[in-house]
């Protein structure tokens, strides 16, 4: 009999990670690889962050703290809120954790029964399926197609509600897709929830900050004040702050579902990295002025990466309204044959060819829940993506059509 139990052979290793040991290897092996797989800026943390840290380590901030985060953060935290998304939470109503990824996965723990279905709209960032996969519940997928900019239709989530759905997962802007959702697009969505008081909400606004050509973020309790009882709103410094490292998520929602969290958390990891907490209450309260000059770069390169993916043959890509990642389709390759002989039947194959071919590393749609499509993270030089998408390109020229 094995040791393991069953809900981990219902568990898929992280696909982006994996991408990630991959380039390790071939690079190690001597292979000329540009990876445009990281789902993290390239930028280095600000110095004042930096220097926080430090002064954090000769103060002596070194011991345990409260398990759901000091009140300095709490309270960097509960203001944040307050100034960019008009939103009250309290410091009850705030728990900091090591990354959005452990507050998604505290959530789930701390909610899912057997049975318990969740909406997730994909494509979908990979780890919210399994999560909710390991917390017994059950992911509910809705395709968000290209033509309806990879964003959720208000009558799609009305079709998909049953009396067994607890949770909708929204992500704006999103990962892979970096697609935004206008305030008019969130009122459709929040018009539908109103309808449904069972349900709950999460939505994860980690890449609130990185917008482009005037999109205004909105965040769905600011949008419909009506859902605040029942949503649970995520954000965190691994994106905007480059803080990938640091391991600093965090969420404002209703008072017991936050205690049930911080409780959970208080008998696994406890409170998230005491020195980073002093570093984030720097990043929340300090200058922010390095976002806008960080997107300005991000926004460059968004623009070369799809002008240059749209030259390519059988590929097309939209402009995505934030975060950092293009999400193109790649119909026009399918049924193609490479150079090697490989033929491209689906997004694995043509990922896995583009990589042994060209020594460019992607991640496949289908672990995002939507192909025929390859996401590219170009969250790195502008000089590497030049050289990236010429490869893209001479690759596409080069499958027999
Ligand atoms: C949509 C989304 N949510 C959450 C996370 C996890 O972030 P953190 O570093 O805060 O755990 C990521 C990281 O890639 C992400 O893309």
Redesign the pocket.
């Known amino acids: 009999m094995s040791i393991l139990a069953k809900r981990v052979s219902r568990l898929k290793p992280s696909p982006t990670i994996a991408v990630n040991n991959k380039v390790i290897e071939l690079k190690a092996a001597g292979y000329d690889i540009i990876s445009l797989g990281a789902?993290?800026p390239d930028f280095d943390t600000p110095q004042h962050i930096r220097q926080a840290a430090k002064a954090a380590i000769d103060k002596g901030l070194t011991r345990y703290t409260n398990v759901g985060g000091t009140i300095e953060l709490k309270e960097a935290i509960s203001l944040k809120f307050k100034n960019n998304n008009s939103l009250n939470y309290a410091c009850n109503q705030i728990v900091a954790a090591?990354?959005?990824?452990?507050v998604?996965y505290n959530a789930f723990a701390a909610t899912l029964e057997p049975g318990d279905k969740v909406i997730i709209p994909s494509p979908y960032?990979v780890?919210y399926p399994d999560m909710v996969i390991l917390a017994d519940g059950e992911p509910i997928f809705i395709n968000c197609p290209q033509e309806k900019g990879f964003k959720l239709q208000p009558e799609d989530l009305e079709q998909a509600i049953t009396p067994k759905t607890k949770w909708l997962i929204l992500?704006s802007p999103?990962?892979p897709t970096g697609a935004g959702y206008t305030y008019a697009e969130m009122r459709n969505i929040t018009n539908v929830l109103m309808q449904h008081p069972h349900i709950h909400i999460i939505t994860?606004d980690?890449?609130e900050h990185i917008v482009y050509d005037g999109f205004k973020f909105y965040t769905p309790v600011q949008v419909e004040p009506g859902i605040y009882d029942r949503t649970l709103t995520i954000n965190?410094?691994?994106?905007a702050y480059c803080m990938?490292g640091w391991?600093?998520?965090y969420a404002g929602g209703p008072v017991n579902l936050i205690k049930a969290m911080t409780d959970i958390q208080s008998q696994s990891t406890s409170n998230p990295c005491s020195i980073s907490q002093a570093a984030s209450v720097a990043g929340l309260m300090g200058d922010h002025n390095f976002i806008a000059e960080n997107n300005k770069i991000f926004r460059k390169r968004r623009d070369l990466v799809v002008s240059m993916l749209n030259q390519a043959d059988g590929i097309e890509c939209t402009v995505p309204e934030g975060a950092f990642y293009a999400y193109p389709s790649i119909k026009g390759c399918i049924g193609s044959t490479a150079p090697s002989g490989k033929k491209i039947n689906n997004d694995d194959d043509f990922v896995s060819a583009l990589l042994d071919s060209e020594g460019v590393a992607t991640v496949q749609g289908c672990v995002f829940g939507m192909s025929p499509y390859f996401r590219i993270s170009y969250a790195t030089s502008t000089v590497l993506l030049k050289e990236a998408c010429s490869r893209i390109q001479r690759f596409c020229a080069s499958l027999k059509r």
Do not use: A, F, H, V
């Open positions: 789902g993290e090591n990354g959005c990824k452990q998604l960032w780890s992500n999103s990962n994860d980690i890449y965190g410094m691994s994106k990938t391991r600093i998520g």
